[in-house]
């Protein structure tokens, strides 16, 4: 069952659909619900099924090139031992006179959350501080300054959501100038003690960088491992990521001849 909500919280109509054993479903927003009249409203889906299910979204604009994909997200928690309930990251701001970003924050629960805001410096220093209330499953997007009253900040790198309910959210990053340039990424609320990265291109072609956040306020001793295409260790770097701190790492530079 999907059911397509607007921004304040309203649902604006379901679809109940079949989906076969190991099939997918895959549609347009406005293919699944048609009777919504401008599917600009339509803020968020949820998703409700009898068996597990996995998803994604993908954002495109028809006129540029340009695509962002996020995966779905768990709204109740139900899945992950390590959730942190209420708890919200949203871990790159880029440059803000070449990018511009934005911040989604959703409410999943059935009550109005109190959320407090917190934007960040790479080392974890508070930049500024803000707090407002959403109401019930309502979502709430604008640019990452226009939560913390307009002021841009240069040396932001993180923002921090705390509430008492369960909220979820995500953040787009549109280039200012062209070519267009346009990706997504979802805030976390988990932590990890192991992290792989996949896929590294080094060269004249590509440019690879890996960022790292601490979300707590402790120190973390942190190592990476280079590894080639055989599994073969290339190379070790370790360093201290201060509690809160963000660090954005150049696999060239950390590992050179690897």
């Known amino acids: 069952l999907l059911t397509a909500v607007a921004e304040d919280g309203r649902v604006l109509a379901t679809s109940a659909q079949i989906v076969p054993p190991l099939g997918k479903y895959v549609r347009l927003v406005s293919e699944i619900f048609p009777e919504v009249a401008d599917p600009v409203e339509i803020r968020r889906v949820e998703v409700a099924a009898d068996e597990p299910l996995l998803g994604f979204e993908l954002f495109g604009r028809w006129d540029e090139r340009g695509v ?13 031992k390590d959730f942190l309930p209420g708890d919200l990251f949203y871990t790159a701001i880029p440059a803000n006179d070449a990018w511009y970003t934005g911040m989604t924050v959703s409410n999943f629960s059935g009550r109005t959350a109190r959320v407090l805001a917190t934007l960040l410096d790479g080392q974890g220093r508070t930049l500024a501080e803000t707090e407002w209330s959403l109401a019930p ?9 226009g939560f913390f009253g307009g002021t841009v900040h240069p040396a932001a790198a993180l923002v921090r959501l705390k509430s008492a309910e369960r909220i979820g959210g995500f953040e787009l990053v549109l280039s ?23 896929l590294v291109k080094t060269g ?5 960088r890996i960022r790292l956040s601490r979300i707590f306020r402790t120190a973390n001793p942190v190592t ?35």
């Open 68 to 80: 962002a994909g996020l995966p779905a997200v768990d709204a109740t928690g139900s899945a992950v």
């Open 137 to 145: 499953r309502a979502q709430m997007t604008r640019e990452v300054w």
């Open 176 to 198: 200012r100038d062209a070519p267009f340039r346009f990706d997504g990424l979802a805030a976390v609320s988990r932590t990890y003690r192991s992290l792989l990265f996949l």
């Open 204 to 208: 004249p072609e590509y440019a690879t």
């Open 224 to 258: 990476l491992v280079a590894y080639d295409a055989e599994g073969g260790e290339r190379g070790r770097y370790s360093l201290v990521l201060d509690g809160m701190a963000t660090v954005r790492l150049d696999p060239a530079a950390v590992f050179p001849g690897a």
